[in-house]
């Protein structure tokens, strides 16, 4: 495939390599990824089904930027959303684990976050991140990348959601 079809071109090498290793890894074990993305709008569903012949490990994607859409597709309760925000701990691990309850998958990772400025009391490069496992309990991370511009903050998101799926599958 040549790389004018794919995001090859957009992406820092170091995020391609990752997303290689993690398939990988995944088809090794024959495991099955799920996403649930909001402020990266698919992105990483999008790098998932780049990689040849490890693509299958990819069971599916949802994107989940408003907050009907993650209550509606991941099941994540109307209360927490209003209550705790769509941006934080608890709506990141519930999308994730929303994720792995709608899916085939194995492990399921979820992003939501603030990738450019929005109101003034949002923090810009805010990104919580839930990783769901089947048998495990999921893990949560908060990322501040700062005011760095709504692609690098996607771009960073990515790499850090592929990190939480490369340390599920160790």
């Known amino acids: 495939m040549s790389e004018t079809e794919t995001l090859s071109p957009a992406l820092p090498d170091e995020i391609e ?3 290689h290793r993690v398939l990988k890894r995944a088809c090794d074990r024959n495991l099955m990824l799920a996403t649930a993305e909001s402020c990266t709008g698919g992105l990483l569903a999008s790098l998932l089904t780049d990689v040849e012949g490890c693509a299958n490990a990819f069971e599916r994607g949802f994107v989940t930027y408003s907050a009907a859409a993650k ?3 991941l099941h994540v309760s109307r209360d927490k959303v209003e209550h705790c925000h769509a941006v934080s701990r608890e709506v990141a691990v519930a999308m994730a684990e929303g994720a792995l309850a709608a899916s085939h998958a194995h492990i399921a990772v979820g992003i939501t976050g603030f990738a450019g400025p929005g109101a003034p009391e ?8 839930g990783c769901a496992c ?3 309990q999921t893990v949560h991370r908060e990322a501040h990348f700062g005011d760095i511009g709504r692609g690098a903050t996607r771009i960073a998101a990515i790499r850090v959601a592929l990190e939480l799926f490369e340390e599920a599958l160790e």
């Open 122 to 129: 949002d923090e810009a490069g805010l990104v919580h991140f």
């Open 71 to 73: 209550c509606e597709l």
């Open 134 to 136: 089947r048998n495990r």
């Open 17 to 19: 390599i990752l997303a």
